[in-house]
């Protein structure tokens, strides 16, 4: 079979005018960005609509590092969508040059279900990520410079919330002193950065409903504390217009297209294991006013992306999934069977059968939200036979739709099946129920989280964490939905515990306060909110071609 990057370059793409025409998006309302990729204005959110709007989220047992083709199983569904003849959007998030350029390589699917034009998609695309680190610096640098120039607001320099983010995994950079030589150089105070994807600023993009509600979250981010322990907003330091003013066009929604001519709205891009996993608010919202049939994702597995879908973003954007598609592979269970993961290739039935508790968990979870998955057991090249089989059978035990997809290898044919079974359980969907009701005590609301989604006994939280919840209480913030930040490697905290963990306790280590965004985020384990690069960065495997091909990327 050709590569990733060999398919993406024989397609050939319809022009991106063709594509909005499919949706019955007016020509004043696209921004063209070259032949291929366009901006679709937010106005169009105004236009009459008569389409029914159904929402497919997809969601994944826990992953291995390399993923199990969530976004490639959302590409190869919404072809096979197409193919049988129903009007569908793709509702994607934006990849990040950190993860592109470290370990993963690129985010636009692959084989035959990938969006395009993939290269662009995945470096620079319509320069929405640079637009938000440099709104997201630009507060920096004023908050230094308000220090510098006086302090009138009396800013304890200790108590400086607000950090830097460059797109980029660069664990060098986590922890730095600011100011350094001499007098005209600042004040020297501690800092770091966080990659751009974990910023607020991405959070609010992502969550914002219109412009004037993403000022007001610009306004209410909570940056620093004074010497006297009251709080400082990014109001007061008078800079929101000129970050509105940077991320003038971000807000607006990119669309390009599938290898099937699939359109595709790509926006937003937080990650799932430090911030809520989503792509925007605004782009899921115009995907169900241009099409009957929507199909969006959650980063990372259901414990994660989905959980925060359901408990954030459906509440705050009144969404309400019709179905929930939970992809899974041999290799991730026969990993949480205990597999080592040099041999996840290799046939092993009773390992694999040891893995099942992984999905058992993630099924479960699914139904705490009142809605039935449908599992997609994506096929790798050397999958056996038997092995699918013993998949399939543990899912007919729990009473769980199941399709063997091919869509990597076949495209949308590949997928007729699952969606056949999604839109059955679509048309049976019952409204979701939240995991917990917001007036709830943020420590309860941990708890329910912890036991419900990952299976843990109870919450163990540090001197830091209670000194932090004790000033979100001072603070009025109480009434916020949570955003765990947790390792996506496994259902605990802890990496290092597998399949599905039993009798351990989630230590949570500090609370933040994302006021802007409109949720908390619970640090917990040690999880950082700046990636490091392997050994060996898939970056050393790009070569730029003559013909200004990128070789490596996928």
Known sequence: MLSDTEIAQQAQPKPIDLIADQLGISKDDLLPYGLEMAKIHINALQRPSSKLGHLILISATTPTAAGEGKTTTSIGLGQAFAKLGKSVCLALREPSLGPCLGMKGGATGGGY??????????LHFTGDFHAITSANNLLSAVIDNHIYQGNKLNIDLRRVLWRRVIDMNDRSLRNIVLGLGGKLQGIPREGGFDITAASEVMAMLCLASSLDDFCQRLENTLVAFTYNG??????????????LALLRDAIHPNL??????????????????????????????????????????????????????????????????????????????????????DKLGDKDLAVLGKGLENLDKHIESVRKFNKQPVVALNRFADDNSAELELIKARCQELNTPVAICDHYASGGAGA??????????????????????????????????????????????????????????????????????????????????????????????????????GFLVVLTGDIMRMPGLPKHPSAERWQLQKDGAIHGLS
């Open 113 to 122: 279900s990938q969006i395009l034009p993939a290269d662009r998609i995945n």
């Open 230 to 243: 009251e709080p400082v907003f990014a109001k007061q330091l008078q800079v929101t217009g000129a970050m």
């Open 256 to 341: 390009v297209q599938s290898l099937e001519g699939v359109p595709t709205l790509v926006h937003g891009g937080p990650f799932a294991n430090i911030a809520h996993g989503c792509n925007s608010l605004l782009a899921t919202q115009m995907a169900q006013h241009h099409a009957d049939w929507t199909i969006t994702e959650a980063g990372f597995g259901f414990d994660l992306g989905a959980e925060k879908f359901f408990d954030i973003k459906c509440r705050l954007g009144s969404l309400d999934p019709q179905a929930v598609v939970l992809v899974t592979t041999t290799r991730a269970l026969k990993l949480h069977g205990g597999k080592s993961k």
């Open 416 to 517: 007729i099946e699952l969606a056949q079974q999604v839109m059955q359980v679509a048309s049976q969907s019952q409204p979701f129920r939240p995991l917990y009701p917001l007036d709830l005590p943020i420590e309860e609301k941990i708890r329910i989280i912890c036991r419900e989604m990952y299976g843990a006994d109870d919450v163990a939280f540090t001197k830091q964490a209670a000194k932090d919840l004790r000033q979100v209480q001072k603070l009025g913030f109480e009434q916020l939905p949570v955003c765990i930040a947790k390792a996506p490697g496994s259902l605990s905290d802890d990496p290092n515990l597998l399949g599905r963990p039993h009798h351990f306790d989630i230590t949570v280590r500090g609370i933040q306060i994302n006021s802007g965004a």
